[in-house]
T-cell receptor, first 114, second 115 residues
Framework: AQSVAQPEDQVNVAEGNPLTVKCTYS??????LFWYVQYPNRGLQFLLK??????LVKGSYGFEAEFNKSQTSFHLKKPSALVSDSALYFC????????????FGTGTRLLVSP | EPEVTQTPSHQVTQMGQEVILRCVPI?????FYWYRQILGQKVEFLVS????????KSEIFDDQFSVERPDGSNFTLKIRSTKLEDSAMYFC?????????????FGSGTQLSVL
């Protein structure tokens, strides 16, 4: 079965510093990987996805993610964090069987301090 | 950008009561999903729906749950007899197709509180 793991419940970073939110995955077949962000009292917003191609994927709000097949990782990164980036971040993998539901990780809370 | 719309945003109900959560997916989308998120926990898949029938459901989606697309625009989740543990944020999602470039669009959620 497809699964993702987000090892950190929370990541703290100072504004202006680079940030990394970690995700590792387990899939059978080709991995289709996603990052979503959830702001308080809001739904899940799509940030970026990896389907195939370049290992560095660029997404919304200056975020990018690096796909590493050998380490089965898909870490979310941003060169310079903003206070407004503070939110809950979910990594997800598409189930390649059936009707391709997304399987989410447990989420990582990102806190960016001024 | 098109949006998935969910109503109500908050629903409070008594244990044992029936609730219906409503969703209006994006108009040209064909695949529909319900997920839920218990406070502080991960987002869990409940059910997927295509061509007017359930295509996949999780073990959470027991006989107390049902889904319908009654009029070609709304997509509803019904819980027949709510339990305390049904308290969660419920998200509706939709997607246009099965292509690998398709992404899943989520609504803002309905916060269900069962008292």
């Amino acid at each position: 079965a497809q699964s993702v793991a987000q090892p950190e419940d929370q990541v703290n970073v100072a504004e202006g510093n680079p940030l990394t939110v970690k995700c590792t995955y387990s899939v059978s077949g080709n991995p289709y990987l996603f990052w979503y962000v959830q702001y308080p009292n809001r739904g899940l917003q799509f940030l970026l996805k990896y389907i195939t191609g370049d290992n560095l994927v660029k997404g919304s709000y200056g975020f990018e993610a690096e796909f590493n097949k050998s380490q089965t990782s898909f870490h979310l990164k941003k060169p310079s964090a903003l206070v407004s980036d503070s939110a809950l971040y979910f990594c997800a993998v598409r189930d390649n069987t059936g009707f391709q539901k997304l399987v989410f990780g447990t989420g990582t809370r990102l806190l960016v301090s001024p | 950008e098109p949006e998935v719309t969910q109503t109500p945003s908050h629903q409070v109900t008594q244990m044992g009561q029936e609730v219906i959560l409503r969703c209006v997916p994006i108009s040209n989308h064909l695949y529909f999903y319900w997920y839920r998120q218990i406070l502080g926990q991960k987002v869990e898949f409940l059910v997927s729906f295509y061509n007017n029938e359930i295509s996949e459901k999780s073990e959470i989606f027991d006989d107390q749950f049902s889904v319908e697309r009654p009029d070609g625009s709304n997509f509803t989740l019904k819980i027949r007899s709510t339990k305390l543990e049904d308290s969660a944020m419920y998200f509706c999602a939709s997607r246009a197709g099965q292509g690998r470039n398709e992404k899943l669009f989520f609504g803002s959620g309905t916060q269900l509180s069962v008292l």
